[in-house]
């Protein structure tokens, strides 16, 4: 917890604000819009979509249909987990086209697992797998959209920036089509020309309507798409939530690690050693008690500081592990305690009808006390405040400070370590702490009640 608020000072004013450093535009993004990249990103990926598509249901449909019909033999089953294993690869395809052209990262869905080896293995591990056949199904869905967006974008792309160009190219209707101009209305008896500079210059100004809306049209029509890939071709909510829990699983490991590596290098460095050294003292005053009473009494009473030394480190160590006050009192008083020995003055407020699971009161705990020490070393703050609710399900903890902030949650900060222990047990950790304070940390934790022991 040394670098976390350190980082954050002594930074330029501009520094302390994330957006301080965008590129400022001078035209609105609806006047951007229509020729910016991504536009035009996002155009190309729809008018890329509806060949694709063909293909896609063309390849998906007959494979399917064919391993289908010859399932009647020994044929359909290679065949139908051939067709399969080409969706998946259809679909790794279809994220990198995402990824290019509308920016969407698409993690990779999880690989196939066999329990043994060989070709029937892998044809039975295609067929059970659920990543096959969600991607099947995306070849199948996608046609039908891509025919319905690649219409709409063509048209509206067309009449848009057809109407906004029209006073360059309307003189082509007198010259070569015999009449005045665009015909926009005609029966038997009557016809409506734009041929007069007040139509021509409405015409226009409608097509600039088209053309500044088409960017907005074309990003709804792709964020069906972001939610077909995502929702068809990443993994799945379950294989997210295992690979998420073996991450958690990981920084539980290393945490417990490193937190037992503290411990015995506390317990060598400090009361170890002290003991080993009380140990020789009252040696030699054995030694000496005959020979030179006064020196004896003189290393005795050190010796008994020396003690007392040894057991309030001792009783630092056991309240770094786990407070007994903690353990028999609850959150209130193991905080209040926390905040006596803080240097700034603490303003404590629990307002908990019941004690939380033990874990969850521990993490809590070891979060208000790493974040006032924080404020203790760093902040320069006058006074804290430290708050403790709950709301529905979660356990809401908030420390606030006047100090001189900058705190971040960069990487290898004590704050980005807290943070990743909260994720451990989805947790979250949010810092607001803008240049010149206040800093508010707010973290959030699930609440199990005190009966789950």
């Known amino acids: 917890m040394a670098t976390e608020y350190g980082q954050g000072y002594g930074l330029d004013s501009g520094s302390a604000f994330p957006g ?49 019909g010859l399932l009647v033999t020994f044929l359909g089953i290679p065949v139908l987990a051939g067709a399969l294993a080409g969706c998946r690869g259809i679909g790794a395809l279809e994220r990198t086209r995402a990824r290019a052209l509308l920016g969407l990262d698409v993690a990779d869905p ?41 219409v709409v974008t063509v048209n509206v792309w067309a009449l848009g ?29 009557h016809r409506v020309y734009l041929d007069n500079p007040f139509e021509i210059t409405v015409t226009a100004l409608v097509g600039l309507l088209f053309t500044i809306a088409m960017p907005w049209i074309v990003r709804a029509l792709t964020m069906v798409d972001r939610l077909l890939v995502h929702g068809l071709l990443g993994p799945s909510r379950l294989a997210s939530r295992v690979v998420e829990l073996e991450s958690d699983r990981g920084v539980v490991v290393d945490t ?57 480190e001792l009783r630092d160590l056991a309240r770094g592990i786990h407070p007994a006050v903690l353990t028999d009192r609850g959150l209130d008083a193991a905080l209040s305690a926390v905040a006596s020995r803080c240097t700034v003055p603490v303003r404590v407020e629990v307002d908990l009808a019941e004690r939380p699971a033990p874990a969850i009161e521990g993490i809590a705990y070891f979060t208000v006390s790493e974040l006032l020490q924080n404020i203790s070393k760093h902040s320069r703050a006058t006074w ?32 980005a370590g807290l943070a990743e222990r909260l994720d451990a047990v989805d947790g979250i950790l949010v810092v607001d702490s803008p240049a010149g304070g206040p800093t508010r940390v707010t973290a959030e934790l699930p609440w199990r009640g005190e009966h789950v022991r």
């Open 20 to 68: 301080s450093t965008e590129r400022r535009h001078r035209l609105p993004a609806a006047l951007r819009a229509p020729v910016e990249g991504r536009t035009w990103r996002e155009l190309g990926y729809v008018l890329l979509s509806l060949p694709i598509s063909v293909l896609l249901f063309t390849y998906a449909v007959t494979m399917v249909s064919l391993g289908a």
């Open 161 to 189: 920036w057809g109407l906004l160009t029209y006073p360059l190219w309307f003189w082509v209707f007198p010259a070569y089509a015999g009449q005045d101009g665009m015909q926009l209305y005609g029966d038997e008896t």
């Open 110 to 150: 999880e690989p196939l697992r066999m329990k043994r080896q060989g070709a029937m293995a892998w044809m039975g591990a295609v067929l059970k797998s659920g990543t096959s056949w969600r991607a099947l199904l995306y070849s199948v869905l996608h046609l039908p959209w891509a025919v319905f967006s690649f």
């Open 384 to 415: 804290a405040d430290v708050e403790v609710w709950r709301t529905e399900n979660r356990l809401m903890l908030q420390v606030v400070d006047n100090g001189v902030g900058g705190a971040e949650v960069s990487e290898g900060s004590g704050l």
């Open 256 to 312: 417990a690690a490193a937190d037992l590596r503290r411990i015995e290098r506390d317990l060598h460095d400090g009361a170890q050693a002290r003991l080993v050294a009380l140990a020789m003292d009252l040696g030699l005053a054995k030694e000496k008690l005959q020979e030179d009473p006064e020196a004896a009494q003189r290393m005795v009473d050190e010796a008994h500081g020396e003690v007392k030394t040894a057991l309030q």
